[in-house]
C-alpha cells in the first residue's frame, strides 16, 4: 500500500467544509434564525462551528512545534550499528491528536522496521512514524540504522503531516537538515603484514636501527661516563639520588604511501566488490601502521585527485579514514606522471590496482627506476601465483579473507 508523502497527496476536505460550503452553511443558518426555524438554524449552526473549529485546529497545527533528529555517534565502521534519534515537541496548550512523522534515509542504510521506496530519490526510502502529543509533550524515538557500505550519506528531509481531530483537513510541513552519516571502510585486525618476507623495506618494526628518535624515550638507566649530558632525565635523577639517562626508542625507518589507482575498477562483474575489498585493505593497513607509528600517506586518481601528506597520529588517521569513506571510483588523471610529483621521496609505495588496469606494469616500472620500493596489490577475479611479469604480488580476489591476503596466510 503507497502511503508516503510523495505518492499520497493531502487529503481534500469535504465539499460541506470548502470555503463555498461553509459559506452556504453561514447562510442556512442566518436565513434559518431569520424565520426561526430552530431546528434547521441549530444544525447548520453546528456544521458551520465543526467546519470553522477543524479548519482553525489545522491552520495551526505545526504552530511552535518543534522537529529534530541526530544520530547517537555520526560515525561508524561496516559492520557496525547506529541509532538515529527523532524527537517531536508541542509546547503549547493546544494538544496535537494524531501527527504522522515521515522521514527519507539511504537505503544503504538499512533502517529498520516498514520502508517505502522514494519515487523521486531511489536510493533512499521513506519511514513512518504516527504519534499523538498532549500540550506542552515532548516524545523521542530511536531508530536502528545498519551500516553494511562505506560512504557518506546525507540524510533526507522530513515531513510531517498532521490536521484536526476530525480528519477533515491536513497540513504539511517539511523539515530539511544536513545531517549526515559517515561509514568507514571495513577495517580488519592485523597481527602481521605478509609483505616483510618477501619486501624487507616494509620491515615496520627497526630494532637495529642506529638512528635514535630523540623525542620517545624507552626507559632510564644508571649514568655512565659516556653517556651525553643532554640524555640526563632530572627527575628521575632527583627521585633515585642517582644520575639517570634516558634510553631512546630507535627511529622508525619506514614510510609508506598508499596508492589506489582508480581507473580499472570501472569494469566487470566484481569491480564494486573488488574496490571495496581495496579500500578495505588500504584502511586496515593504515590502522596497523598508525598503531606502529609509522608515517603514512594516501593517494588516488580520482576526480578531484585525493592527496594526503604522510602522518601518524590519530587525527591524521580519522582524516586519512574520512577520505576513504568519501572516495567516489571517478577516474580522474593516469597515475604516472601524476603520482610522481605527488608521493613523498623515499617512501615505499603500496599500490592498490585492478589487474584490468592499463599499462600497470610500465607505472610500477616506472616507479621502481624514479627510487621508490613498489609492493603491488592486485584486484583480480582470478587468484594469482604471487607473482605478476616476475614481480611480487597479493592477490584481492572476490569474497577472499582481507585479513589472511595482507598477513601471508593466503
Not at 7 to 20: D, H, N, S
Not at 269 to 285: P, V
Request: with cysteine; charged share 20%; glycine share 8%.
Amino acid at each position: 500500500m503507497i502511503e508516503s508523502p510523495e505518492a499520497r497527496p493531502l487529503v481534500e476536505p469535504p465539499w460541506l467544509f470548502g470555503r463555498q460550503g461553509l459559506a452556504l452553511l453561514c447562510l442556512i443558518t442566518l436565513v434559518a434564525a431569520t424565520f426561526l426555524a430552530n431546528d434547521v438554524t441549530y444544525l447548520a449552526g453546528c456544521l458551520l462551528l465543526l467546519g470553522l473549529g477543524a479548519r482553525a485546529w489545522a491552520a495551526l497545527a505545526f504552530s511552535r512545534v518543534a522537529y529534530g533528529r541526530r544520530t547517537l555517534g555520526g560515525r561508524a565502521f561496516c559492520g557496525d550499528e547506529l541509532m538515529l534519534e527523532s524527537s517531536l515537541a508541542n509546547p503549547r496548550p493546544l494538544p496535537l491528536p494524531w501527527v504522522e512523522v515521515w522521514e527519507q534515509l539511504s537505503l544503504a542504510l538499512e533502517p529498520e522496521g516498514w520502508k517505502e521506496r522514494s519515487f523521486a530519490q531511489p536510493d533512499n526510502v521513506w519511514v513512518e512514524r504516527g504519534l499523538g502529543l498532549w500540550p506542552y509533550q515532548r516524545l523521542r524515538w530511536q531508530r536502528r540504522l545498519r551500516c553494511h557500505r562505506r560512504g557518506a550519506y546525507r540524510l533526507g528531509e522530513a515531513r510531517l503531516r498532521s490536521g484536526d481531530p476530525f480528519g477533515l483537513f491536513e497540513r504539511e510541513r517539511a523539515w530539511h537538515d544536513r545531517l549526515e552519516v559517515l561509514v568507514y571502510p571495513r577495517v580488519v585486525p592485523l597481527r602481521q603484514l605478509g609483505f616483510a618476507a618477501r619486501h624487507p623495506s616494509i620491515d615496520v618494526l627497526s630494532p637495529r636501527s642506529l638512528i635514535a628518535d630523540p623525542t620517545r624515550t624507552m626507559t632510564v638507566r644508571d649514568y655512565q661516563p659516556d653517556d651525553p649530558r643532554r640524555l640526563i632525565h632530572w627527575p628521575t635523577t632527583a627521585r633515585r639520588a642517582a644520575l639517570q639517562v634516558r634510553v631512546l626508542e630507535p627511529a622508525t625507518s619506514l614510510h609508506v604511501a598508499l596508492a589506489l589507482d582508480v581507473r580499472g575498477f570501472g569494469f566487470g562483474i566484481y569491480r564494486s566488490e573488488l574496490l571495496e575489498s581495496a579500500i578495505s585493505a588500504i584502511a586496515s593497513i593504515a590502522v596497523y601502521l598508525q598503531n606502529a607509528g609509522a608515517p603514512v600517506a594516501l593517494l588516488a586518481n580520482t576526480r578531484p585527485p585525493l592527496v594526503i601528506p604522510p602522518g601518524a597520529s590519530v587525527a591524521h588517521l580519522q582524516q586519512l579514514l574520512e577520505a576513504l569513506a568519501r572516495l567516489e571510483p571517478l577516474a580522474g588523471p593516469p597515475l604516472l606522471p601524476w603520482a610522481l610529483d605527488e608521493l613523498p621521496r623515499g617512501n615505499t609505495v603500496v599500490l592498490f590496482a585492478s589487474d584490468m588496469t592499463a599499462e600497470l606494469d610500465r607505472a610500477v616500472d616506472q616507479l621502481e627506476r624514479t627510487g621508490f620500493s613498489v609492493l603491488l596489490v592486485l584486484a583480480t577475479t582470478q587468484p594469482q601465483t604471487g607473482t605478476r611479469r616476475g614481480r611480487s604480488a597479493l592477490s584481492l580476489t572476490p569474497g577472499c579473507d582481507v585479513a589472511a591476503v595482507l598477513e601471508g596466510r593466503a
